[in-house]
């Protein structure tokens, strides 16, 4: 098994005298941040969030083992996870593809958190060998089974790929939820070859929404999401480990309808109410779809763009080249 490169940063929370410090950039410009819930599963227990002031990283403060952790990755979890990245693939990755091919028409694609293969089958094709890394057995077998890509089934950090093997890695909402921020990417930077480019897609602790909706945005998902990171905090390790940034931007997306129904559930509770939380999915009536899609296709959509346009999106989508 090759070892992690060096990437020149140390993930430190303490000084000597105690004083906590900043997971990313070191400072002990420390605050604590709030603190909020698995709305997902509608769970009570509370978990803290760090922020640095420094870089603007934020973090949950002594998190679930990974043991404990299998209860908030759940079926129903896996479930949704795998409908989110299934349902009209070439739609919902087009953008991703679009991007990638703008810098690599050919090559070794590997996908970090595959899930079954909806971005893996969008890249289907001679000119690209297809390998993905899934932690769930099952849902690599899909991924297999419908791309024919080769799929790793485990931790990345255990993954056996050689160094330089890759012209493309993909990470698709998947480093927030990492343990260890710098190993993860330290393997990323090995995996790469010179020239090669990694994509990487998470959401914005630093977007209007978050900042409008705090424990109620969905983007959140604790405990499930350990890091959160923004523009800066990604440029920042991104720069520490020598990648070059090629582009970076908070396209026009949005987490607002599954944040409403955080806000909606909150509510109904208040009033002595017992609503289902969003991980026990339901079938949705046809005029509340009608009304859905009108609401996701004006108001969403307005609030999105102009977002985006501020570089403040719910989402950061990124390239970045290993150097030559």
């Known amino acids: 098994m090759p070892q992690c490169e060096s990437v020149g940063i140390e993930m430190e929370t303490s000084d000597a005298s105690g004083l906590r410090l900043c997971p990313l950039c070191?400072?002990?410009?420390v605050q604590d941040w709030f603190r909020g819930t698995d709305r997902f599963h509608g769970r009570t227990e509370s978990y803290p969030l760090m922020r640095c002031r420094s870089c603007t990283l934020v973090w949950l403060e002594n998190p679930p083992t990974p043991q404990e952790m299998s209860v908030h990755y759940d079926k129903e979890y896996h479930q949704a996870i795998t409908m989110a990245g299934e349902g009209s693939a070439f739609d919902r990755w087009r953008r991703q593809r679009e991007h990638i091919l703008r810098q690599k028409q050919s090559g070794a694609v590997l996908d970090l958190g595959c899930s079954s293969g909806g971005f893996l089958g969008t890249m289907k094709g001679k000119s690209w060998k297809l390998f993905g890394i899934e932690m769930e057995a099952s849902t690599a077998?899909?991924?297999r089974q419908a791309t024919g890509a080769e799929v790793f089934v485990g931790d990345v950090i255990d993954a056996p790929f050689r160094a330089g093997s890759f012209d493309v890695i993909t990470c698709f909402d998947v480093l927030e939820h990492v343990y260890d921020?710098?190993?993860f990417l330290g393997k990323v930077r090995q995996w790469l070859k010179p020239g090669g480019i990694f994509y990487v897609m998470l959401p914005n602790i630093e977007s209007w929404e978050m900042r409008m909706l705090r424990t109620y945005w969905y983007g959140l998902e604790l405990p499930r999401h350990l890091f959160h990171f923004s523009p800066r905090s990604l440029r920042y390790?991104?720069?520490a480990l020598s990648f070059r940034e090629v582009e970076l931007a908070t396209p026009p997306t949005?987490?607002?309808e599954r944040s409403a129904g955080y806000v909606v559930s909150a509510a109904l509770e208040s009033?002595?109410?017992s609503p289902a939380p969003q991980s026990q999915q339901r079938r949705f009536s046809f005029?509340?779809?009608a009304l859905r899609k009108a609401l996701r296709l004006t108001l969403v959509a307005c609030f999105a763009q102009l977002a985006a346009v501020a570089g403040s999106g719910p989402s950061i989508e990124a390239i970045?080249?290993?150097p030559v």
């Not at 070191?26 to 410009?29: A, E």
């Open 287 to 289: 005029p509340e779809r």
């Open 181 to 183: 921020p710098r190993e």
């Open 141 to 143: 077998e899909k991924a």
């Open 271 to 273: 009033v002595g109410f």
């Open 237 to 239: 390790i991104m720069n």
């Open 320 to 322: 970045f080249r290993k």
């Open 254 to 256: 949005s987490y607002l």
């Open 26 to 29: 070191g400072q002990g410009n």
